[in-house]
């Protein structure tokens, strides 16, 4: 056997061990790193993951060989220059803690797209001319506003894992966007069965925030509509309750403890209101 042969089947053999002692397993884009920067990253991860880097096929084949239930999908998703990660850290949290320690960055021609890129319509810092052609052969239709060119309609320029082509690269460069990340990007993670792709692990914090907080507003509106009686809308049925109460003994007439009071002042004022209107003198 070929000695590159013999370390190849090793190496795959010792991955897909590797991959039974994880309950989580991602597939990392490495595109963009340099080799100082990926040791960095090694380090500081060191308590969260094990990243191996390896050719596409090896990671195909020890996926494959793992005998793993579903793991072979992950395989699905490998692209461009990658890395296998084993962890044991739950895929979600993962993600966020590797978006946390990736910085924005230019597209490039040749690079995937992570996900879809969109310029989004509204003002550009260009004034009519060639650029207008460039900006149609990409499907950016334009109009003139207060002297400089605006985009129409929001376009998906490139579609999650699409090459980004030049002239893609060149528009994006000079709209002063920066679609990319450097870092250890994620692609797609395993566990228990599941391949979840960079997509369904990317949550939107302060848009999760606002819907938790509409979720509760509205709950405690609900339950307080309802008249349910739980902890957070007790105190306020009860007030409600009360003033309710109060106005119906007010309005009927009906004397209590409370509104003995507020009665009389009701029935004076209204004695002085007939006299007035009958002549009678009030003293």
């Given at each position: 056997?070929r000695?590159?042969?013999?370390?190849?089947?090793?190496?795959?053999?010792?991955?897909?061990?590797?991959?039974k002692?994880?309950?989580?397993?991602?597939?990392?884009?490495?595109?963009?790193?340099?080799?100082?920067?990926?040791?960095?990253?090694?380090?500081?991860?060191k308590?969260?993951?094990?990243l191996?880097v390896?050719?596409?096929?090896?990671?195909?084949?020890?996926?494959?060989?793992?005998g793993i239930?579903?793991?072979?999908?992950?395989?699905?998703?490998?692209?461009?220059?990658?890395?296998?990660?084993?962890?044991n850290?739950?895929?979600?949290?993962?993600?966020?803690?590797?978006?946390?320690?990736?910085?924005?960055?230019?597209?490039?021609?040749?690079?995937?797209?992570?996900?879809?890129?969109?310029?989004?319509?509204g003002?550009?810092?260009f004034?009519?001319?060639?650029?207008?052609?460039d900006?149609?052969?990409?499907?950016?239709?334009?109009?003139?506003?207060g002297?400089?060119?605006?985009?129409?309609?929001?376009?998906?320029?490139?579609?999650?894992?699409?090459?980004?082509?030049?002239k893609?690269?060149?528009?994006?460069?000079?709209?002063?966007?920066?679609?990319?990340?450097?870092?250890?990007?994620?692609?797609?993670?395993?566990?228990?069965?599941?391949?979840?792709?960079?997509?369904?692990?990317?949550?939107?914090?302060?848009?999760?925030?606002?819907?938790?907080?509409?979720?509760?507003?509205?709950?405690?509106?609900?339950?307080?509509?309802?008249?349910?009686?739980?902890?957070?809308?007790?105190n306020l049925?009860?007030?409600?309750?009360?003033?309710?109460?109060?106005?119906?003994?007010?309005?009927?007439?009906?004397?209590?403890?409370?509104?003995?009071?507020?009665?009389?002042?009701?029935?004076?004022?209204?004695?002085?209101?007939?006299?007035?209107k009958?002549?009678?003198?009030?003293?």
């Amino acid at each position: 056997m070929r000695p590159n042969l013999k370390k190849k089947i090793e190496k795959v053999n010792e991955l897909a061990e590797k991959l039974k002692n994880y309950k989580v397993i991602a597939i990392i884009n490495l595109e963009g790193l340099r080799s100082r920067q990926l040791q960095k990253l090694r380090r500081d991860l060191k308590d969260v993951l094990t990243l191996e880097v390896t050719t596409k096929n090896n990671i195909i084949r020890a996926l494959k060989k793992s005998g793993i239930k579903g793991l072979d999908k992950l395989a699905e998703h490998i692209r461009g220059v990658c890395g296998l990660a084993f962890t044991n850290e739950n895929p979600f949290k993962l993600s966020f803690k590797l978006m946390k320690m990736t910085t924005p960055a230019p597209a490039k021609p040749g690079q995937i797209a992570p996900s879809d890129i969109i310029v989004n319509k509204g003002p550009t810092p260009f004034v009519p001319g060639p650029i207008i052609s460039d900006l149609s052969e990409l499907g950016i239709k334009t109009k003139v506003e207060g002297g400089k060119l605006a985009i129409i309609d929001d376009v998906v320029l490139v579609k999650a894992g699409e090459v980004i082509n030049e002239k893609q690269a060149n528009i994006l460069s000079r709209l002063g966007m920066m679609p990319m990340r450097t870092g250890l990007n994620l692609i797609a993670a395993y566990e228990d069965g599941n391949v979840y792709s960079a997509s369904d692990l990317t949550i939107d914090l302060d848009d999760y925030k606002d819907k938790m907080q509409k979720a509760y507003i509205d709950a405690y509106n609900l339950a307080f509509n309802a008249r349910i009686p739980i902890s957070e809308v007790i105190n306020l049925l009860l007030i409600t309750a009360h003033a309710h109460a109060r106005n119906l003994s007010i309005n009927t007439g009906y004397i209590t403890r409370d509104n003995s009071s507020e009665l009389l002042i009701i029935a004076n004022a209204k004695a002085h209101a007939l006299a007035n209107k009958i002549g009678w003198e009030v003293r």
